[in-house]
Structure formats: structure tokens, C-alpha cells
T-cell receptor, first 115, second 116 residues
Framework: AQSVTQLGSHVSVSEGALVLLRCNYS??????LFWYVQYPNQGLQLLLK??????LVKGINGFEAEFKKSETSFHLTKPSAHMSDAAEYFC?????????????FGTGTKLQVIP | KAGVTQTPRYLIKTRGQQVTLSCSPI?????VSWYQQTPGQGLQFLFE???????NKGNFPGRFSGRQFSNSRSEMNVSTLELGDSALYLC???????????????FGPGTRLTVT
């Protein structure tokens, strides 16, 4: 069965600094991978997705993530943090290879941006 | 395309009552999943429906139930409400990549349920 691990339930960065949120997955075959962002009292918004095309994926709001099969990682980065990036971020994995398996979410990372 | 819609957005109920929440998926999506989100437990999977059939179920008591209609709209019901049921309930609409079996989920804004 697949699983997702997000390292760090809380991450703090200074405004203008690099944002790095970590996500590692386990899956027997390369899965689909997703990052979602959630602002308070809102639903999860799809930030970006990897669906077996380019390994470097660009998303909304200047975020990007790189699929690294050898490291089973899909870390989320943004070169320069903005105050509006403060939110909770979820990594998710959807298995591929046929047969039904549900999407699995990580436990989330709350990003704090310090002015 | 319109996104996932959930109604109502906010709800206040008292202990012992029951509640029904509604979710309309993205047009063409046949799968709907429900999640409960609380500060203490995080995002927890409730159940998933596909073509009117429950395909998967999380570890929740029988007070939590759901159904899906022929137009893919889904409802979830919670009976005999408890204080601990206060949460944000999220609905996700899924599209399936038929070649790979991979699934993409898109979320609605959620229903904030407060039980007093």
C-alpha cells in the first residue's frame, strides 16, 4: 500500500526566503503526486501535480516541485516566500498501475511566514 | 467548468440531532469522496462513492453514512450528533486517468459543522 510522509508539521520562513516543504512517498510503481494548499476555513486547492510527464512541475503562485524517483521524494519549493503563502500544505499520492486504490494524504505542513 | 459545490457552508446543530450535507461534483466526475478535518485528527477519510456504490470506507462509526445519486451528487448524513463531530467536512470530486489508473481529486469549499 502507498503512503506519504511530510517532514515537519510546522515550518517557519522569513518573507523573501526560500520555501522548502518535504514530501516522501512509498509506492510499488511511480504514482501520481499532488500538492494542495489550504487557507483557514477553506477547502484544499490543487497547487500542482505530477502525472508521469515532466519531473519538474510548476504550479500556481510561483511554487514548483520535482519528482525524484531515486529518492521517492516530491518536495515543494518556492524561491521567495510571500506573506500570502502562509497556509497549510498537503502532499498526496494516487497509485497507478491499474486497479482501484484511493488517494492518500500526508498529515500536512503549516507554513508560517515571518515579516 | 464549475467546481465542486458543497451546501450548506456553515451549520450549527445540537447534540443528538442529525445532519445531512450535500456535495455536487465537477460535471463528468463520477467519484465523490468525503473527509473530516479537525485540528486534533487532521484530514481523515470518511468514504468514497463511485457510480452510486460505496467503494471505500474509512474508520468511522455507523452514525456516519452517505449515498450517491444517479447524477453523481452525493450526500452524507451524521445521526445522533456528538460534540466531537464538530469539524470541517470536505467533499472531493475525482477524475480517473483510464490509461494509468491514477486519480486526481478536486475539493469543494467544505461545510463547517458546529455541534453544541
Amino acid at each position: 500500500a502507498q503512503s506519504v510522509t511530510q517532514l515537519g508539521s510546522h515550518v517557519s520562513v522569513s518573507e523573501g526566503a526560500l520555501v522548502l516543504l518535504r514530501c516522501n512517498y512509498s509506492s510499488s510503481v511511480p504514482p501520481y503526486l499532488f500538492w494542495y494548499v489550504q487557507y483557514p476555513n477553506q477547502g484544499l486547492q490543487l497547487l500542482l501535480k505530477y502525472t508521469s510527464a515532466a519531473t519538474l512541475v510548476k504550479g500556481i503562485n510561483g511554487f514548483e516541485a520535482e519528482f525524484k524517483k531515486s529518492e521517492t521524494s516530491f518536495h515543494l519549493t518556492k524561491p521567495s516566500a510571500h506573506m500570502s503563502d502562509a497556509a497549510e500544505y498537503f502532499c498526496a499520492v494516487s497509485p497507478t498501475g491499474g486497479g482501484y486504490q484511493k488517494v492518500t494524504f500526508g498529515t500536512g505542513t503549516k507554513l508560517q511566514v515571518i515579516p | 467548468k464549475a467546481g465542486v459545490t458543497q451546501t450548506p457552508r456553515y451549520l450549527i446543530k445540537t447534540r443528538g440531532q442529525q445532519v445531512t450535507l450535500s456535495c455536487s461534483p465537477i460535471s463528468g466526475h463520477r467519484s465523490v469522496s468525503w473527509y473530516q478535518q479537525t485540528p486534533g485528527q487532521g484530514l481523515q477519510f470518511l468514504f468514497e462513492y463511485f457510480s452510486e456504490t460505496q467503494r471505500n470506507k474509512g474508520n468511522f462509526p455507523g452514525r456516519f453514512s452517505g449515498r450517491q445519486f444517479s447524477n453523481s451528487r452525493s450526500e452524507m448524513n451524521v445521526s445522533t450528533l456528538e460534540l466531537g463531530d464538530s469539524a470541517l467536512y470536505l467533499c472531493a470530486s475525482s477524475s480517473l486517468h483510464t490509461g494509468t489508473g491514477g486519480v486526481e481529486q478536486y475539493f469543494g469549499p467544505g461545510t463547517r459543522l458546529t455541534v453544541t
